[in-house]
C-alpha cells in the first residue's frame, strides 16, 4: 500500500502544507516536457537520456504534489523517494508503477558507480514516464482543471 | 538470513540449507547446488545434510552422476517446515520469489548478506545475469526492499558483459567471483565463464 502525503508527513515528516500555485505547476510541466525532448537526443549517452526521463517523472510528481497543497522538505534523507510515492498514491498508480519509477530513482543514485544506462533502461523509463504522466494528466483534469488553464 | 530461523534450528548454517529446501517445493539439488543456493560451502552443507538425510527430513536421491537432495514430502515435518520458513517472512525467500519473474539466467546475492557480515541496516547486493535490464531488476526487488526495510542495489549485466568482466579480471569482479555468493536462481557457474574461454 502506496503512503499518502499525508501518511508521508505524519510518519516521515517528508512534507509541508502550502498553496496551489499555478505558475509553478505550469513550470514543472514545461520541465517535464522539456526533458522527455532532452531524453530523445542521440548525440547524448543513454545514461544522460535516462536520467532525463527521470526529472521528468519527478517534475510532474510536484506538480500533484502542489495540485495537493503538499511541498517536500527538500534535503531530507529520501525526499525523492517520498514525492515519487506520495505523488503515485494521490494520483492512484499502481505499485508496480510506482515500483518502476522508484527503481529507476535508485539507478540514477548510482550515476557515480560508472554504470552505463541501457537501451532497454532508456525504452523501460520512458515507458514508465508514459503512463505515470498519463495517469497524473486524467487526475489533474478531474480534480484541478482550473490548474491547468 | 532471517534470524528467528537460525535461532530455531540451532544455527545459520542449518537454517539456510532448511530455507532453501523448504521454500522450493518440487526442486532438488546436487550438494554443490545446494551449498551455492544456501551461501555455505559444500563440506559443511554435506555435513549438516547427512543427519537430515538419516532422520528422513531430507531425500536423498541418485541421478546417475550425484546424490541429489530435496526436502522428503513424506516426512510429517515437510509441511510445518514449508509452512514456517514461509510464516518466518525470510529475506531470502522474498528474495527468490521476486526473482522467479525476472528474465534472469541468473540471481545471486553477493557483498555482505552473502558472507554473513550483514545487520539490519546493511544493503542488499542482488547481480542479475540475464537479458533483463536494470530497471526491470531494480523494480523486481522494490517490494521485497520496502517489506524488509532494506535498500537492495541491484546489478543488473548480460552474460557477454559478465564474461568480459571476468576476463579483465578487475577487483570488483574478482571479488564477486572468489567470495561466497548465494544463488538464488540459476548457477554461477553456468554463467561465470570468462570471454577468452567462451569464444
Not at chain 1, 37 to 50: H, I, N, P
Not at chain 2, 90 to 96: F, Q
Not at chain 2, 129 to 150: C, D, E, I, L, M
Amino acid at each position: 500500500m502506496l503512503r499518502s502525503p499525508q501518511q508521508l508527513q505524519t510518519e516521515d515528516k517528508a512534507f509541508t502544507p502550502c498553496a496551489q500555485d499555478r505558475g509553478a505547476i505550469r513550470r514543472w510541466i514545461d520541465a517535464a516536457v522539456a526533458k522527455v525532448a532532452d531524453s530523445e537526443l542521440q548525440t547524448v549517452s543513454l545514461s544522460t537520456r535516462f536520467e532525463a526521463v527521470y526529472d521528468a517523472i519527478f517534475n510532474m510528481a510536484l506538480v500533484v504534489l502542489n495540485a495537493q497543497g503538499w511541498k517536500d522538505r527538500g534535503g531530507i534523507p529520501g525526499h525523492h523517494a517520498h514525492v515519487l510515492e506520495g505523488a503515485s498514491a494521490v494520483i492512484g498508480a499502481s505499485e508496480g508503477l510506482f515500483y518502476r519509477i522508484d527503481a529507476m530513482r535508485t539507478l540514477r543514485n548510482q550515476k557515480y558507480d560508472g554504470i552505463a544506462r541501457s537501451a532497454g533502461d532508456l525504452e523501460d523509463a520512458r515507458r514508465a514516464y508514459e503512463e505515470f504522466s498519463a495517469v497524473a494528466a486524467t487526475w489533474l483534469q478531474a480534480t484541478h482543471p482550473a490548474l491547468l488553464r | 538470513m532471517n534470524d528467528s530461523l537460525a535461532m530455531l534450528f540451532g544455527g545459520q548454517t542449518k537454517a539456510r540449507i532448511l530455507e532453501v529446501l523448504a521454500s522450493r517445493p518440487g526442486e532438488s539439488f546436487h550438494l554443490r547446488g545446494l551449498a551455492h543456493a544456501a551461501g555455505m560451502d559444500s563440506g559443511n552443507t554435506s555435513r549438516i545434510l547427512r543427519p537430515l538425510v538419516r532422520a528422513g527430513v531430507v531425500l536423498e536421491t541418485d541421478d546417475g552422476r550425484a546424490a541429489r537432495y530435496a526436502l522428503n514430502d513424506r516426512s510429517p515435518v515437510a509441511r510445518p517446515l514449508r509452512e514456517l520458513v514461509a510464516a518466518a517472512g525470510s529475506l531470502m525467500v522474498d528474495l527468490r520469489a521476486a526473482a522467479v519473474g525476472l528474465d534472469a539466467l541468473y540471481v545471486g546475492i553477493f557483498g555482505s548478506v552473502a558472507q554473513g557480515k550483514d545487520d539490519v541496516h546493511s544493503d542488499v547486493d542482488v547481480l542479475v545475469v540475464g537479458p533483463a535490464n536494470s530497471v526491470q531488476a531494480q523494480a523486481a526487488f522494490k517490494p521485497v526492499g520496502r517489506k524488509h526495510r532494506r535498500e537492495i542495489n541491484t546489478l543488473a549485466i548480460t552474460r557477454e558483459q559478465l564474461a568480459q568482466h571476468l576476463a579483465e579480471g578487475g577487483a570488483f569482479w574478482s571479488s564477486v567471483a572468489t567470495n561466497r555468493r548465494i544463488d538464488i536462481q540459476g548457477d554461477w557457474h553456468d554463467v561465470a565463464i570468462p570471454s577468452t574461454a567462451a569464444d
